[in-house]
């Protein structure tokens, strides 16, 4: 039956067969059985067409298998931004082979009359399927977890794996000779993050400290210490502080491998996950320790050093052990944090003391100390709304590891003491401006942060961690730290007085009290 019509098209004039062309292909071909009545045609049937009078569209859709009712549903998606997600647009070789796999599984006694419907339900993947149109991207799908979480009372975690697992996967990937891979294991020893909190506490009390010798402009102030040793003195506190941190951090691994590996946040450390020997660590802590301590007593004055050495036992021999005895360890690490702040003080102090003035109660139990304790107390009432809602995030791992934390063992206690500490920043902010360490801009910052710490502590506390309430306090812990401490030191009493001198000149004074007259022979 097709045979009559192939022949006329190509004993046709050109003209005319150019014209016919379109409706030739549009016209279902044969099927094996019809096509071996005339091999003539069949030869002929395949001989394809000259590039010259081929359209661009029909000869793309032909070299790459596409039929033309399914390139609408390829243009309408094409420009979709999440197109490599939804799986609505595929490689043009995948369509080709699956219209071939198609074509040899029909069957080759299906009609003409039942081919559209055929090929309507063999379409190729590059057409949107109903799956792929319900696909759930994957924001949408964490955003749903999380209202789903929250509405069954439950909490996702806070907190990602902390700065020491990131680097023990980091030091875990490169090749076990490189000098990156041990400097990375080390570094994760030391717990980047925390050691960081601590340096900005303890220089932050520092430069808070008010020394008037450094913002006057008489020259006459020699016997007062010059910009170049307070420069020194920082610098040898930084190096000696962050030392003997990363010493009590090291040695609080050293402890506990066991009791890590049985945690999600902490089972990819070093000593865990055998990056390097126990007793490889212990060195460590003892060199930072010493070298750390050792810069503080050169740098500083003995009192910093004690303070710094305190810290370290504290920490390492007290804290540690302490965690799985009583949930006093709680108030014990939060001492740990209030004693960097205290250390930056008194090395400030040291520099301005005079002989005999010098002793440690001096700089720890005198008039000028209040500023520092001040600090120091900022730090200890810190601790509990950060780590309370830390912990309960985690508090179910805490209760599997044996560490006896308020967010297991007490959870309306956690809350409690979350909100009291919170509370409990307002009046220690005030102090620091009542006695004249900072100016008019750190009350109304402060007052701002404390207050936005106080509202998440009360949702916390009102909703016992529930319904994200602990992820918010977490948070705003986060961001209210270091607002009060970089906003102490923007706002230090009698800065901006000193440049203000320096632009604008000394103000103007009677000069009648520089003259000073002789009695006339």
Request: aromatic content about 10%.
């Amino acid at each position: 039956m097709f045979a009559p019509f192939h022949l006329s098209i190509f004993r046709s004039p050109p003209g005319l067969r150019r014209a016919m062309i379109p409706l030739r292909f549009a016209i279902q071909r044969p099927t094996p059985q019809e096509a071996l009545s005339c091999s003539r045609c069949l030869i002929r049937s395949r001989i394809s067409r000259p590039s010259a009078i081929r359209g661009f569209l029909s000869s793309s859709h032909r070299q790459n298998g596409i039929a033309e009712n399914q390139i609408s549903a390829l243009q309408k998606t094409y420009f979709s931004p999440n197109r490599a997600q939804d799986g609505s647009v595929k490689r043009l070789a995948f369509h080709s082979s699956s219209a071939s796999a198609n074509s040899v599984n029909s069957s080759t006694s299906q009609s003409a009359s039942n081919a559209p419907q055929s090929s309507t339900n063999s379409a190729p993947s590059g057409s949107i399927a109903p799956e792929s149109q319900n696909h759930e991207l994957p924001h949408r799908r964490r955003k749903r977890l999380k209202e789903l979480e929250i509405e069954n009372g439950k909490e996702e975690h806070a907190i990602s794996p902390d700065a020491s697992a990131q680097l023990s996967n980091y030091s875990s990937a490169l090749p076990s000779t490189s000098i990156r891979r041990k400097f990375a294991a080390y570094l994760a020893l030391t717990k980047p993050r925390l050691s960081f909190l601590i340096l900005l506490s303890t220089t932050s009390a520092y430069s808070m400290y008010p020394i008037s010798s450094l913002l006057t402009l008489d020259p006459a102030m020699t016997q007062l210490p010059t910009l170049s040793t307070s420069t020194l003195t920082f610098i040898y506190l930084t190096i000696g502080t962050f030392l003997a941190s990363c010493s009590a951090n090291t040695m609080n691994m050293v402890f506990e491998p066991k009791f890590d590996a049985l945690m999600s946040r902490t089972r990819n450390r070093p000593l865990v996950r055998g990056l390097m020997s126990r007793r490889a660590a212990v060195f460590f802590a003892i060199g930072t320790a010493a070298v750390g301590l050792g810069s503080l007593y050169i740098g500083t004055n003995p009192t910093v050093t004690a303070l710094g050495a305190a810290n370290i036992v504290l920490y390492a021999f007290i804290y540690t052990p302490l965690k799985r005895i009583s949930v006093i360890n709680t108030w014990v690490g939060a001492l740990v944090g209030g004693i960097p702040p205290l250390m930056g003080w008194v090395a400030a102090a040291g520099q301005v003391a005079t002989t005999g003035h010098d002793t440690w109660r001096d700089m720890l139990f005198s008039e000028d100390s209040i500023g520092g304790w001040l600090l120091a107390g900022i730090l200890f009432a810190w601790q509990f709304p950060h780590f309370n809602a830390l912990s309960h995030t985690i508090r179910e791992e805490y209760k599997g590891a044996g560490y006896r934390m308020l967010a297991w063992v007490n959870p309306a206690m956690n809350a409690r003491v979350a909100l009291r500490y919170s509370v409990l920043m307002f009046p220690i902010s005030i102090g620091l401006w009542w006695i004249g360490t900072v100016g008019h801009g750190f009350l109304v910052g402060s007052t701002i942060a404390n207050g936005w710490l106080v509202r998440e502590a009360y949702r916390f506390w009102k909703h016992q961690g529930t319904q994200g309430t602990a992820r918010g306090l977490f948070w705003a812990s986060i961001w209210q730290l270091p607002i009060l401490l970089v906003g102490g030191m923007v706002t230090k009493k009698g800065l901006w007085d000193g440049i203000w001198q320096k632009i604008f000149g000394h103000p103007e004074e009677d000069d009648d009290e520089y003259f000073y007259y002789e009695d006339e022979e």
